[in-house]
C-alpha cells in the first residue's frame, strides 16, 4: 500500500519570506500523481498544485512550485513570498493512475503559519 | 466551474437518530464519488468510494452497516450515518471525480460537521 509521510506537523514563516514543506511517500507504481492541497480554517480543500511522475518537469503555479524527486520518492512544496492567506493546514496526497484507483492518499499534514 | 456542493453544512442529532449528508457536483458528471471522515487536526480518512449506479466500495474498518451510501445519479451522492453515536460525531467531506477533467481531477465539497449528542 501508498504511504505519504509529512515529517513537519507545523512549520512558520514571515511575510514575504520562503518557505518549503517537506513530503515523502513510497509506492511500487512507475506512474501516479501527487498533489499537495491547502485546507484553510474553512476546512475547504482547495487543490494548490499537481505533478504527473512521468513529467520530469517540476510543477508551477505562480507562487507555489515543488521539487519532485521521482528516485528519491520525495516531493516537496515551495511556497515564496508568503501572504498571509497562505495560513493554512497543508496535505500532501498521492494518486495512483490508470484502471479504478483514483483514491487519494493523503499525508497528516503540516500546518502553516504565515507571521506579519 | 467544477463546484461540488454538501448538504447540510452543520447538524446536530440525538444519539439512535439517523442523519443524512447530500454531495452534489454542481456542474459537471460525477461517475466516482468519495467519502472521508476528518477528525480535528487529523488528515482526511477516506471511507468508501462510491460509483454511480453500483454499490460503494468501503475501506477496510468502516462499517457497512453504519454508513450507508448511495450514489443514484451523476451528480448526487449520499451519506446516511445510522444510529449515529457520539464517537460518530467528525466533519465528514466528499469529493467528485471529473472524468473529463484533466488527470481525472477530484473537486471537494466543503465538508458536514456532525455533532451526535
Known amino acids: 500500500a501508498q504511504t505519504v509521510t509529512q515529517s513537519q506537523p507545523e512549520m512558520s514563516v514571515q511575510e514575504a519570506e520562503t518557505v518549503t514543506l517537506s513530503c515523502t511517500y513510497d509506492?511500487?507504481?512507475?506512474?501516479?500523481?501527487l498533489f499537495w492541497y491547502k485546507q484553510p480554517p474553512s476546512r475547504q480543500m482547495i487543490l494548490v498544485i499537481r505533478q504527473e511522475a512521468y513529467k520530469q518537469q517540476n510543477a508551477t503555479e505562480n507562487r507555489f512550485s515543488v521539487n519532485f524527486q521521482k528516485a528519491a520518492k520525495s516531493f516537496s512544496l515551495k511556497i515564496s513570498d508568503s501572504q498571509l492567506g497562505d495560513a493554512a493546514m497543508y496535505f500532501c496526497?498521492?494518486?495512483?493512475?490508470?484502471?479504478?484507483?483514483?483514491?487519494?492518499?493523503f499525508g497528516k499534514g503540516t500546518l502553516l503559519t504565515v507571521n506579519p | 466551474g467544477a463546484v461540488v456542493s454538501q448538504h447540510p453544512s452543520r447538524v446536530i442529532c440525538k444519539s439512535g437518530t439517523s442523519v443524512k449528508i447530500e454531495c452534489r457536483s454542481l456542474d459537471f458528471q460525477a461517475t466516482t464519488m468519495f467519502w472521508y471522515r476528518q477528525f480535528p487536526k487529523q488528515s482526511l480518512m477516506l471511507m468508501a468510494t462510491s460509483n454511480e449506479g453500483s454499490k460503494a466500495t468501503y475501506e477496510q474498518g468502516v462499517e457497512k452497516d453504519k454508513f450507508l451510501i448511495n450514489h443514484a445519479s451523476l451528480t448526487l451522492s449520499t451519506l446516511t450515518v445510522t444510529s449515529a453515536h457520539p464517537e460518530d460525531s467528525s466533519f465528514y467531506i466528499c469529493?467528485?471525480?471529473?472524468?473529463?477533467?484533466?488527470?481525472?481531477?477530484?473537486?471537494f465539497g466543503p465538508g458536514t460537521r456532525l455533532t451526535v449528542l
Open positions: 496526497a498521492y494518486r495512483g493512475s490508470g484502471g479504478s484507483n483514483y483514491k487519494l492518499t
Open positions: 469529493s467528485a471525480r471529473w472524468r473529463t477533467g484533466v488527470g481525472n481531477e477530484q473537486f
Open positions: 509506492t511500487s507504481e512507475s506512474d501516479y500523481y
